[in-house]
T-cell receptor, first 116, second 112 residues
Framework: DTAVSQTPKYLVTQMGNDKSIKCEQNLGHDTMYWYKQDSKKFLKIMFSYNNKELIINETVPNRFSPKSPDKAHLNLHINSLELGDSAVYFC???????????????FGPGTRLLVL | GQQVMQIPQYQHVQEGEDFTTYCNSSTTLSNIQWYKQRPGGHPVFLIQLVKSGEVKKQKRLTFQFGEAKKNSSLHITATQTTDVGTYFCAGLTTDSWGKFQFGAGTQVVVTP
């Protein structure tokens, strides 16, 4: 009965590989997000989707491509992984997009990515 | 661009003492939220402040939103070991869709 789940929890891979992280929420929320948390714990938004539509796309390299097959899922595919991509990636969801009421975000457990 | 700054970055507290963490934005915010992240965990929502000058309390935690809606504070009284973690403020921008700008967080260590 986990609200926001992510797989995998840990991901260790070589530079240059392509990898995907999956996220699912069972809260019936319309908006989902991807955040990157670096080694200094700084949380930075990467993307947000509202009803499968891309709303926010921060200045993220185009090696990162989100995909939302339905509003309960938001996956993140990363091409040609680089050392600097090592971080914890959090998926989150909220009932509606933030501007409507400043929605509470529910975070997934995170995916710890290490690029060697 | 808009930035949310949070100080201090680290806070070592003796159990039973009080402390405050501060959040400052370069521009006016629609609202501000506070999250707590335990070591190895994920951010968990604590509270949202919307109105200018708003003050909210949750047991030993007191949250305040500045009159100009550009700063906020979290004050914890009688710190306990369960308060260990990183506290983040997240300011909601005033642009059309809105996005949360997170502060860098205050990492709190509690010594018994």
């Amino acid at each position: 009965d986990t609200a926001v789940s992510q797989t995998p929890k840990y991901l260790v891979t070589q530079m240059g590989n392509d990898k995907s992280i999956k996220c699912e929420q069972n809260l019936g929320h319309d908006t989902m997000y991807w955040y990157k948390q670096d080694s200094k714990k700084f949380l930075k938004i990467m993307f947000s989707y509202n009803n499968k539509e891309l709303i926010i796309n921060e200045t993220v390299p185009n090696r990162f491509s989100p995909k939302s097959p339905d509003k309960a899922h938001l996956n993140l595919h990363i091409n040609s992984l680089e050392l600097g991509d090592s971080a914890v990636y959090f998926c989150a969801s909220s009932q509606d997009h933030p501007a409507s009421r400043g929605e509470t975000q529910y975070f997934g457990p995170g995916t710890r990515l290490l690029v060697l | 661009g808009q930035q949310v700054m949070q100080i201090p970055q680290y806070q070592h507290v003796q159990e039973g003492e009080d402390f405050t963490t501060y959040c400052n934005s370069s521009t006016t915010l629609s609202n501000i939220q506070w999250y707590k992240q335990r070591p190895g965990g994920h951010p968990v929502f604590l509270i949202q402040l919307v109105k200018s000058g708003e003050v909210k309390k949750q047991k030993r935690l007191t949250f305040q939103f500045g009159e100009a809606k550009k700063n906020s504070s979290l004050h914890i009284t009688a710190t306990q070991t369960t308060d260990v973690g990183t506290y983040f403020c997240a300011g909601l921008t005033t642009d059309s869709w809105g996005k949360f700008q997170f502060g860098a967080g205050t990492q709190v260590v509690v010594t018994p």
